[in-house]
């Protein structure tokens, strides 16, 4: 008896479940949508060079956001490899983003200093999220994170951990 009871409220668990996850919007929302996802969270944001770089800059095309920080030797150990990729020719951006003034990140001033000095990053744009809002926004819980937008400013993918330029390429064929 106890087992049926147990079987029963795991049942009615899962139909409670089931129901709380329904798509509230509709299929309207998703409509010529061509990746499975959510919109990407458009940022507006700061380059090194003082510019500002807006999501909405790159509609209709694929973008690669890397989310690191100076302090994260996984994320320092692939700068090299990133920057390579960053000066290919591919059919996706390559943005990255760090966050000075949270994470236990320097301070605007004091990363852009230390950055000028970092070897091999020429092709590389950083993006100043200062305070962490974009960090936030994206659900990014470590570093470095690798964040994949389809053309259609989808969210595509997002991974925390160290992935080769090869790998970056071969998730990338997956999405229009």
Known sequence: MKALTKILLLLALIVLLSACNGNS??????????????????FEL???????????????????????????????????ELNTLAGEETDF?????????????KSTESFAKWFE?????????VLLD???TFFDEYG??????????GTDG????????????EEIKATFETIQ
């Open 25 to 42: 919007q509709g299929s309207e929302a998703n409509a010529g949508q061509l990746n499975d996802g959510n919109p990407a969270p458009t």
């Open 46 to 80: 700061m380059d090194l060079e003082g510019n500002q770089q807006n999501l909405a800059d790159y509609a209709g095309q694929k973008v690669y956001v890397k989310f690191w920080a100076s302090w994260c030797s996984i994320c320092l150990s692939g700068m090299e």
């Open 93 to 105: 951006e390559v943005l990255t983003i760090v966050s000075p003034g949270s994470n236990a990140e």
């Open 117 to 125: 000095g970092f070897p091999n990053a020429e092709n590389i744009t």
């Open 130 to 132: 200062d305070g962490g």
């Open 140 to 149: 990014i819980i470590g570093y470095p994170t690798s964040v994949y937008i």
């Open 154 to 165: 989808t969210l595509v993918k997002s991974m925390t951990g160290h992935f080769s330029n």
